[in-house]
């Protein structure tokens, strides 16, 4: 299973809206995915149908050692898709997980249970630097960054690499960034072309070359608790999203 953290310092940079959509991209290609919503505000959860009632969510798999993960993961209604649900108790996991010796483990640990069973595992995670996220970091193999093109979004991609690097050098040497890529892009507005090509010059080993444009397509799908593909599956979002992913899977196999 290769585990991609899906990570942002700045909120509205499209971290939710593209764990749903390269999941299940990923699922359309035959790949079997998990998601792992460890953001608080559980947007992919709320996002996404399940087959059945949610049984534990992500806190519960945190704290509880007598949880089986496998218990955890709930089927969707999307195909080759499962889920590791939200929860809005994360404030009371991070405080236990803070008192304890190599907590920024056991997420890891966690999803070693499952390895065999999936061929991806894409964590949401929140926007806030904590014991979560790092956890989230310290099981991934990459990191993914997503970008919207306002210029504040480059206060945030600074801080995330920051962060990632201190996790490499310190925690996990073994992880890779794989990517940034601009997910919520006006390119009607010239200041978003500035801020493209400042983010590409400066950081042109990381920057994906393939841009999804802003789209209420994608907005009305995440709405509507659909992906672009099952929403309008011949809309430009749909097509930029699994040029996006071919291109991820591209980097991972180089």
Known sequence: MKTIAIVQRKGGNGKSTSCLNL??????????????????????????????????????????????VKDAVTATDWKGVKVIAGSSNLSGVIRELDGEVGSHLVLKEKLDEVKDDFDFCL??????????????????????????????????LGQTLESIS???????????????????????????????????????????????????????AQTARMTIFDYRRTDRGALQYEVLCEEIL????A
């Open 123 to 156: 964590i949401d995670t929140s926007p806030s630097l904590n014991i979560l996220v790092v956890n989230a970091l310290c099981a991934a193999d990459y990191a993914f960054i997503p970008l919207s093109s306002k210029y504040f979004s480059l206060q945030g």
């Open 250 to 253: 591209s980097r991972m196999e």
């Open 166 to 220: 201190k996790v490499q050098k310190r925690l996990s040497p073994n992880l890779k960034i794989l990517g940034i890529a601009f997910v919520i892009y006006d390119g009607r507005a010239s200041l978003s072309k500035e801020v493209v090509s400042k983010t590409s010059e400066e950081y042109k080993d990381y920057v994906l070359k393939t841009v999804v444009n802003q789209n209420v397509r994608i907005e009305e």
């Open 23 to 68: 999941a299940r991209s990923l699922s359309l290609k035959g790949k079997r995915v998990l998601i792992v919503d460890l953001d608080d505000q559980k947007n992919s959860t709320q996002s996404i149908p399940f087959e059945n009632k949610i049984a534990h969510t992500v806190d519960e798999v945190l704290v509880n050692d007598e949880l089986v």
